[in-house]
């Protein structure tokens, strides 16, 4: 089962198979980082830029997932 602290869990599970990681794609950071990063690329200037734009995208991500925990109890 993936550790979801770190990775926020699936992003799209599907009902009854949540600790199944065979049945639940990507994961929710990987979900952020996909929505974080054309933005970033559309403004990169070559190959290093836009692997540097890939890291970027993961560390919003780190980001967002913190967030959603420490916001989970706010309403």
């Known amino acids: ?17 949540e600790s199944d990681a065979d049945f639940n794609g990507m994961s929710l950071r990987d979900w952020f980082a996909g929505q974080a990063l054309p933005a970033m690329v559309a403004k990169a200037k070559g190959p290093t830029a836009t692997k540097n734009s890939a890291h970027k995208a993961y560390a919003i991500a780190d980001e967002m997932i913190k967030a959603r925990k420490e916001n989970r109890h706010v309403r």
């Open 1 to 17: 089962m993936n550790d979801t602290s770190k990775d926020g869990g699936p992003a799209y599970p599907i009902p009854n198979l």
